[in-house]
Nanobody
Framework: VQLQASGGGLVQAGDSLTLSCAAS??????????MGWFRQAPGKEREFVAS?????????AYSDSVKGRFTIYRSNTKNTVYLQMNSLKPEDTAIYYC??????????????????WGQGTQVTVSS
């Protein structure tokens, strides 16, 4: 399945933004995929942001840097996974990538466990 991330943009510190991740093919279902978001800032390594388990999405995981500010959730009827980002900080500036895996059903945090990656969407937070 090909993933397509959208919703990035330029915002001010303290603002909110919601990213979306959908399958580029309408016939592809994301229900069975555990999904996640990673980000990569200039000059830094890609880092885990959040993940959600497959099917009902009952389990989520967050990095310490975003816990309490970001929320990952999924809508299986819309075949889309979202990342709600509140209280954004300049250090949240990065390219955000959505990713998915059918090999694991739980909310995984390791990039090595994800197989499908979207093209990324830029989030820039000004101070």
């Amino acid at each position: 399945v090909q993933l397509q991330a959208s919703g990035g943009g330029l915002v001010q510190a303290g603002d909110s933004l919601t990213l979306s991740c959908a399958a580029s093919e309408r016939s592809a279902s994301l229900d069975r995929f555990a999904m996640g978001w990673f980000r990569q800032a200039p000059g830094k390594e890609r880092e885990f942001v959040a993940s959600i388990s497959a099917w009902s999405g009952i389990s989520q995981a967050y990095s310490d840097s975003v816990k309490g500010r970001f929320t990952i959730y999924r809508s299986n009827t819309k075949n889309t996974v979202y990342l709600q980002m509140n209280s954004l900080k300049p250090e949240d500036t990065a390219i955000y990538y959505c990713t998915g895996t059918k090999r694991f059903a739980d909310s995984v945090t390791s990039a090595a466990k994800f197989d499908e990656w979207g093209q990324g969407t830029q989030v820039t937070v000004s101070s």
